[in-house]
């Protein structure tokens, strides 16, 4: 795991800030459901935030079946009520935001009812039941909190966004078969087997460190872009950081 993450500099952050559709332009897009991409907005945010708001519900105490159901249900409620037009990145963290509009949605006992009914017939993302119950098993048996579940599953879901963004710039530089070889490398365990790589790259050790420096760095900037997405302002970036890695530690 990417833990701790060196700095980046600042310029570094606001570029990939700029060049990365952020989390908060879909967050509006999301919200206007008559314009042409946002059902392709909402299941970005759906994929991205299911995962922590269905560990959080769990952890609550909601059986498996409830979980699922509520977590469809909470996507619904969120479009139903149209809060996503609501949510301000001038008022901080999206996952703060998200966060509290689900705990009010569960106390809420009409909406809860409508979410049994598996998000009003609205299927916003596709479960896979077999990695879902296998989820279930890691979220029942935490000694984490609630809140600190869904922030180290908040964690997880950035660590896999930056990852999937780097593996498809690899992909568009017709580079997929050398990040397949290199992704073990991204933390320093493998250190040790570099000699190993640079035969199966058929570099030298040098031209192989470099490599390997590169993709870690881009790793760690396109860590930082998903955070800066996610905040309303770049300097709160390091507070991210520093709470993704402490979610982190504690799984």
């Known amino acids: 795991m990417m833990t701790p993450l060196q700095p980046a500099s600042s310029t570094a952050s606001r570029c ?21 991409d946002a059902r392709q907005a909402i299941e970005a945010l759906c994929r991205m935030y299911w995962p922590p708001i269905h560990a959080f519900l769990r952890r609550c105490g909601h059986p498996s079946p409830d979980a ?13 009520e149209s809060l996503l037009q609501k949510a301000n990145p001038e008022r901080g963290r999206f996952r703060s935001f998200l966060l509290g509009s689900l705990k009010n949605f569960v106390s809420n006992q009409q909406a809860r009812e409508r979410a ?48 999937e963004r780097l593996a498809s710039e690899y992909r568009r530089a017709g580079m997929a078969e050398q990040f397949a070889v290199l992704q073990p490398y991204l933390t320093g365990d493998a250190d040790d087997h570099l000699s190993d790589l640079a035969v199966r790259l058929g570099k030298t050790a040098g ?45």
């Open 116 to 163: 049994l009914k598996r998000g009003g017939g609205i299927d916003l993302i596709s479960i896979d039941a077999e990695s879902a119950d296998g989820r279930d098993l890691n979220e029942l048996s935490t000694h984490l909190s609630p809140e600190r579940l869904f922030d180290r599953k908040w964690a997880l879901a950035v660590i896999g966004e930056a990852m």
């Open 207 to 251: 031209a192989t460190r470099i490599l390997v420096f590169r993709l870690r760095n881009r790793f760690r900037r396109l860590i930082r872009a998903v955070i800066a997405d996610t905040v309303a302002e770049l300097d709160q970036v390091e507070n991210e950081l520093q709470e993704l890695q402490a979610a982190l530690r504690e799984g």
């Open 68 to 80: 699922k159901d509520l977590t469809q249900g909470f996507f619904a409620y969120l479009l139903e």
């Open 16 to 36: 990939d800030a700029v060049f990365q559709s952020t989390l908060w332009s879909q967050v509006r897009m999301a919200g206007k459901l008559d314009a042409p």
